[in-house]
């Protein structure tokens, strides 16, 4: 299976003879394990090549991560990076946006276009606008999600693709009535698309 990039660390806790190909239309930053210590727990959410949840993984399956065009990460966008941020990496979500099927010989062609909201976690009671001080943008906005993949389906096989949400993860520390408090931040950036045959 081709691999020609990775995202994050691929874990070789999955079952024995199975494998995730991962590719990635442009090079990713893996996450360091400092970093991924620091965050706390967000569920419905995954960084690919890691922590593959099971109604996601499938044997033999592609994961391609493509950011939109027009995608320039925040941390170049910007003089410096905002001192109440950090920057996780990326994550997946779990949720199916888009998905086409079909049998071989054929090309599966499937394009996303979405708008999605800012994902937060731990922001119970806080001020989303404090939130969007620390972070370098607005958490009540909603963001596009495009992009468009082709799989090649062989003759006498099932081709399957679906499309998930990609996102750029942040850890943000906000001050809140004297005590600083930890909101987990996802802003969408792109889609991930998972490609498999039956």
Known sequence: MNRTARIGTLIGAMAVGVSLGITSATPAMAQS???AA???PVSDFFEPGAKIPGNVFKP???LVIKR?????????AVPAQPQGRVDLGESCGTEVISKTSGNGKTTLVLSVVKERAVQLSGDAGISKGL???EVGFSVTNTYKVS???RYEVP???HGNVEAYPLYEHYLATVPWHGFSRKVDVLKPIGVCFNQWLD
Request: net charge negative; aromatic share 4%.
């Open 33 to 35: 394990e400092a970093k």
């Open 38 to 40: 620091a965050a706390s």
């Open 60 to 62: 033999g399956a592609e």
């Open 68 to 76: 939109n065009a027009d995608y320039v990460r925040s941390l170049s």
């Open 131 to 133: 939130i969007s001080l």
């Open 147 to 149: 992009n468009e993949t």
């Open 155 to 157: 003759s006498g096989k």
